[in-house]
């Protein structure tokens, strides 16, 4: 199994996963050319990919869901009420997911496959429903997990054992309180259905941090309230903590190119 995050931040987010023979894209965010383009730089082509998982609603995940869909003929799963969005109806084939209960995504015809197994947790966060998505395939463990508005033990008994997790490390207090935003989208993004700060970040990483986990993958950082670096040493000081840094490599994923596919 491999994971390799397309995009990832404010202007689209989309992370490609090879099970075998089965390939699925947890969101995807982008403008339909970008998605469509950041798939093929992957190597994989559009009609091999057999599911898109959608997160939400937000434009930043759901924007060519449906097109991406449509173009690879691949099954839509989503909650109910996402699948009604305008830009997840565009997708012929749909499967309403019902959160909090795993599921199993089906092989291509004629593939014989071991079964690709997805759970998902309801997340709190300013868009109703959100998931965040765990992936298992032949005993590895993969963990998505963005737009959360705070640390939350419940999302972390579901999503625990991964081992790649892709976490997001949203804001910094100090480049927030400066930052460029009105007052009423800072409310926003730190309140408790916004998204993670560092620090947040890092209490959720304590939660979910196993044994298993071997690769860290920073997500969804802001371009204007957040650097790598505050982003990193946030990380690095709970892997440090917990005895895990140098069994634990980190990476900070990009908005403008993919990232290197990552084995599970
Ligand atoms: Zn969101
Ligand atoms: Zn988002």
Redesign the pocket.
């Known amino acids: 199994m491999h994971l390799q995050v397309l995009a990832s931040g404010s202007e689209g987010n989309s992370t490609l996963v090879r099970c075998g023979e089965t390939n699925l894209i947890v969101d995807a965010g982008l403008g339909r050319d970008d998605e469509l383009a950041r798939i093929d730089a992957a190597g994989v082509p559009i009609a091999r990919i057999d599911h898109v998982l959608v997160t ?1 609603g ?1 434009l ?2 759901a924007r060519s869901a449906g097109s991406v869909a449509r173009r690879a003929k691949a099954m839509l799963h989503a909650p109910e009420a996402i699948l009604r969005h305008h830009a997840a109806k565009k997708a012929p084939r749909q499967c309403a997911l019902r959160i909090d209960q795993p599921f199993e995504l089906s092989a291509r015809d004629g593939i014989e496959e071991a079964p690709v197994r997805v759970a998902s947790a309801s997340l709190p ?1 300013d ?1 109703d429903p ?1 998931v965040a998505f765990a992936v298992e395939h032949r005993g590895r463990r993969a963990v998505i997990l963005t ?1 959360l508005g705070h640390p939350a033990r419940a999302v972390a008994e579901r999503l625990a054992n991964a081992h790649v997790l892709v976490l997001e490390f949203n804001w910094d207090p100090e480049l927030m309180e400066t930052g460029p935003y009105p007052h009423t989208l800072k409310k926003r993004i730190t309140g408790d259905r916004g998204h993670l700060s560092n620090a947040q970040a890092a209490t959720m990483l304590e939660l979910l941090a196993s044994e298993h986990l071997h690769t860290l993958v920073l997500a969804h950082l802001s371009k204007k309230t957040n650097s790598p670096e505050r982003a990193l040493e946030a990380a690095h000081g709970v892997l440090d903590r917990l005895g895990l840094a140098s069994r634990v490599k980190v990476v900070v994923a990009s908005q403008d190119e993919a990232g290197e596919a990552i084995a599970v």
């Open positions: 939400h937000h930043d995940h966060h868009c959100t737009d």
